[in-house]
Each structure stands twice: as structure tokens, then as C-alpha cells.
């Protein structure tokens, strides 16, 4: 649902070809999305499918493959909103591999899994201290968007609560 929204987002916003959607996903998204490079080709060519876009061949000067650009559809834009909408109103809780191995943590060496919580401690400091770096860059770029503001405070406090519950647990034991 999430790379269908994202795809028909940036449609919305303007013609692309498949590799333009890569870059802008790789560069503008993915500290807080991970679409891999198969499912946007899969995704568009499911939404062609469905009408939700179309595929235009453009022919390209100096001697470049032609390249598919693709354009929303008006039935596009309605499924976008949809999708976007969904994204809102999922209120699902969102489940960790984690959690089954702290289910099962006691069938491990109580050495090995504080060993575990340390590296995934050590991690996450770094994590958070390349989120903030990060941040701190970008905010200052003129322009900011306010979402931008948004999706980084978001990803730094589910950070710093995952690092503060890490925390807790080692400590207890």
C-alpha cells in the first residue's frame, strides 16, 4: 500500500520515469522508507495495470534509451487519496521481530543476550546520533517543507523511545 501511495504521490506532482522515482525516493525518502529499487518497477507496472497511471514512451535525445514516463491517471488520483487516507486512519500497531526473542530470551545464556541488548544499544546511540547530525543539516536547508520537520521527529523519538526501552531492559538483567 505504502510504495503504491508514494509512487502516485509523486506522480501527482509530475511525470516521471522509473529511475527519477528511484533517486527521488533514494534521496528525499529514504531515511524514513526503505522501497526497494524491484518494487517501484513492480508497482508501477501493477498501477498501469489497474489505470491508475500510464506508460508513455519518450523518445530521448543525444543518443539515450528511450525511457516510460509515467503520468496519474484522474482514477489514479482518487486511488492516491485512498491510499493516503488509509495511511492515516491505520491505527495497527506495529509489531517487532524483537519482541519474540525477548519472549524466548530465557532459552539463551543470560551473558549472550546481554551481550545483544549492548550491541543493539551501541547501535542505536549511532543511529540516533547520524538521525540528529542528519537532521540538524537538513532543517537548515532553506525551504524546509514542514513535513520534513515532521517525518524527523517522528523517526528521533521512536529512536529514543526504542533506546530508552533497551535501556530499561538491560537494566533488568
Do not use: C
Not at 522508507?33 to 501493477?46: H, V, W
Not at 508513455?56 to 492516491?80: D, Q
Not at 544499544?121 to 538521525?131: D, P, S, T, V, Y
Amino acid at each position: 500500500m505504502s510504495v503504491k501511495a508514494v509512487i502516485l504521490g509523486l506522480l501527482k506532482k509530475e511525470p516521471l520515469h522509473g529511475y527519477e522515482i528511484k533517486h527521488i525516493i533514494e534521496q528525499e525518502m529514504g531515511d524514513w522508507t526503505d522501497i526497494a529499487f524491484g518494487s517501484i518497477y513492480f508497482a508501477l507496472d501493477a498501477l498501469a495495470k489497474d489505470g491508475f497511471v500510464t506508460a508513455e514512451v519518450k523518445e530521448s535525445a543525444l543518443r539515450r534509451p528511450s525511457r516510460i514516463v509515467y503520468t496519474i491517471t484522474r482514477s489514479g488520483e482518487k486511488e492516491y487519496l485512498r491510499l493516503l487516507r488509509g495511511l492515516w486512519q491505520d491505527t495497527t500497531r506495529q509489531r517487532s521481530p524483537l519482541d519474540i526473542g525477548i519472549a524466548f530470551m530465557s532459552d539463551l545464556p543470560s551473558e549472550e543476550i546481554t551481550g545483544y541488548l549492548a550491541t543493539r544499544i551501541g547501535a542505536l546511540e549511532e543511529n540516533l546520533r547520524r538521525l540528529r547530525e542528519h537532521e540538524q543539516e537538513t532543517l537548515a536547508e532553506p525551504g524546509m517543507p514542514r513535513e520534513g520537520r515532521f517525518i524527523f521527529s517522528h523517526a528521533r523519538h521512536q529512536l529514543e523511545a526504542e533506546l530508552a526501552w533497551l535501556r530499561e531492559v538491560s537494566a533488568g538483567m
